[in-house]
């Protein structure tokens, strides 16, 4: 049967069966799972809208990855990433802005034998 989605009101085509239980309310399952969230006590448009930009941007990698360094996989103890290069690590947050530098020599211990 033909029904109009109750998300984003596009037709579509609807088994009868899963009508009488409930179900084809929604054209497709991502209409279904927004449909849900938006019926959820503490939505917020706002906050979703907010989630997806910082959610985008944490996953963006910056046109030069050569600009603070190389990044391999490591993250800081306050969850920023960081980008090594041959005397600088350098913590970029999730907007892709520095957070602060370590020199690398500041990891070495000073009566190791890479400090002489």
Known sequence: ???ECNHCG???EADPRNIKRGWG???SKSCAASLREKSKPGYDPKRVKKNKVRRSL???K???ENEYGVFRGRYSSEGYKLYEDAEVDTAVDEYGNPVYSIHNWEHEHPFSSDAF
């Open 1 to 3: 049967m033909k029904r």
């Open 10 to 12: 596009k037709n579509y």
């Open 25 to 27: 309310l929604t054209c």
């Open 58 to 60: 944490w996953n963006f």
């Open 62 to 64: 910056p046109a030069s």
